[in-house]
Each structure stands twice: as C-alpha cells, then as structure tokens.
Nanobody
C-alpha cells in the first residue's frame, strides 16, 4: 500500500485545514487508518484513528472536539478535518494504515506510512 498525504499548509490560529491521504495498491476499506504527527525535536504522536471493523474512531485528548477522521472508501482516501487550530498543532502529519485491527493509537501497529505533510499554525 502506498499512501500520499496532501492538504497541509500555513494557517492562522483558529483556522481550519483538511488533510487527505490517498492510497494506491490496495483498498483501504479493510484496513485501520490513522493520523500521527511529529513536531521538531519531538516523538511521533498519535492524533486520530479509525478501525475498519465497526468504524470506531479514536482521538488524542489534545485534538478531541477539534479534529475529525473520516474515510471515503470509494475514493480510497482518508481525511483529517482540523478545526480551531492552535500553534501547538504545528507538525508534520503522517497517515498510516494496517490490516491488523488492534492498537489504533500505537505507531508500532501500522506497517504502511505516507511521507508526511507539513502543517504550520501561526499564532
């Protein structure tokens, strides 16, 4: 599975962005999908995930109520809608996918990763 993110950019605090992650090679409909982010000098952190069984969604506490993960199986694409952005949301955002339906918040539970897209929020 190849994953390509898009939609990153520069936005003012309080603004919104929608990230997209399009897959090729395999269908994402039976994969769990997740978004992670990495700020300079920091670890890669979990942001949001969605299981393919049941469609349960999971969010980091820091983004609950502001970010929404969704998927469009027909387009083989996963989205991350980010609202009320804050300066601390600045990071490179990565999408990830895996056939195993466990550990949605664990980076080690994902075998496929995109190259990342930069999100910069100015305060």
């Amino acid at each position: 599975v190849q994953l390509v993110e898009s939609g990153g950019g520069l936005v003012q605090a309080g603004g919104s962005l929608r990230l997209s992650c399009t897959a090729s090679g395999r269908t994402l409909s039976t994969y769990k999908v997740g978004w992670f982010r990495q700020a300079p000098g920091k670890e890669r952190d979990f942001v949001a995930a969605r299981n393919w069984i049941g469609g349960n969604t999971y969010y980091a506490d820091s983004v609950k109520g502001r970010f929404t993960i969704s998927r469009d199986n027909a387009k083989n694409t996963v989205y991350l809608q980010m609202n009320s952005l804050k300066a601390e949301d600045t990071a490179v955002y990565f999408c990830a996918a895996d056939e195993r339906n466990y550990g949605p918040g664990m980076s080690s539970a994902y075998g496929y990763w995109g190259q990342g897209t930069q999100v910069t929020v100015s305060s």
